[in-house]
């Protein structure tokens, strides 16, 4: 999974001058950079200058979901697609649908669909086909658990068919200690609002998992006093990857483990802020050859998870 790296949003040193004992005597000072990632979208769509609409049925006589959390989501869900798209709050419309007579199988159906599209002038548009709430269970930690469960189809006018069946699904929970133990368990007062809140937050993130996001996250920076590391990291603030890494590779003829340990730390950063993962996983891998270190370890763990 590879990830981009624009820019770096905020830079925050820490001096730490941590003393990590590596191998005895002074170790290097850790300074901490927070770097803007860009995370590939989970269900990538293009929602860019299209005409969406999100639509929620009202069935006749027929329970088949919560209308209270279906219209929390669905809201949510129009005006997350509104703001991933940069479009102004509210320009995506949230319809009901009446299915009326309609028979529950004729709502897949495309044309039943492209009916909704040509009538309300729409080309995206997200049918909302249920939010529903499972049974409440008591787990092994005195959390009482809630799951709750959304279906949302995907239809595309311009192709004239459904392009994504989404089933979406996460779980509600309230820690309700001693009462673990009780046969009778007493649904928290705040149940309903909560319920409606992750309702909310389902629609918040079913919209943004169509784009890519930004996530801050930290990176570490070794830094020795001494000129020539200064110098380097003054490049990496800059954004001079290529800069630093000339200087850290240069460090590496050092007789020092540790610094020879910390300058291939320093390169894998590079290499990852270039967008090189592979070529930064091998010059983790001699850094740890070199010295194992916590944080390579941590690092390591890190790029893997990223690639997945």
């Known amino acids: 999974m590879k990830i981009k790296y624009d820019h770096m949003k905020t830079i925050r040193t820490i001096s730490l001058l941590i003393a990590l004992l590596l191998a005895g005597g002074c170790g290097p000072m850790i300074n901490i950079l927070e770097v803007d990632v860009r995370q590939p979208a989970s269900r990538p769509m293009n929602i860019m200058g299209r005409e969406m609409a999100v639509f929620t049925p009202l ?9 209270v959390l279906m219209n929390r989501y669905a809201q949510s869900l129009a005006d997350g697609l509104a703001l991933q798209a940069r479009l102004p709050k ?5 319809f009901i649908h009446h299915t009326g007579s309609e028979s529950l199988g004729t709502l897949d159906q495309p044309d039943y669909a492209h009916r909704l599209a040509l009538e309300t002038e729409t080309d995206l548009l997200f049918m909302v086909d249920s939010v529903t709430i499972g049974g409440f269970l008591v787990n092994d930690n005195a959390y009482l658990l809630a799951p709750i469960q959304a279906v949302v189809r995907v239809y595309d006018a311009e192709l004239v068919r459904f392009t994504r069946y989404i089933p979406i699904r996460d779980t509600a929970a309230w820690d309700i200690g001693d009462q673990a133990d009780k046969e009778t368990i007493t649904i928290p007062r705040s149940a309903f609002i909560d319920l409606q809140r992750a309702a909310v937050y389902m629609g918040e993130q079913t ?13 570490v920076v070794f830094v020795f006093d001494k000129l020539k590391w200064n110098r380097a990291y003054d490049h990496a603030l800059a954004f001079e990857w290529d800069k630093a890494m000339e200087i850290w590779l240069e460090l590496l003829k ?3 483990t540790k610094e020879v340990a910390c300058a291939a730390f320093n390169v894998a950063l590079a290499c990852e802020m270039q967008g090189n993962f592979a070529l930064a996983e091998k010059w983790l891998d001699l850094s740890q050859k070199t010295l194992d270190m916590a944080e390579t370890r941590y690092y390591r763990d890190m790029l893997q998870e990223r690639k997945k």
């Open 59 to 67: 069935y006749d006589s027929i329970t088949l979901s919560d209308s």
């Open 90 to 94: 509210g320009a995506v419309p949230l």
């Open 207 to 219: 919209a943004r998992s169509f784009m890519d996001q930004w996530e801050t996250q930290d990176r």
């Open 254 to 256: 050092s007789n020092n």
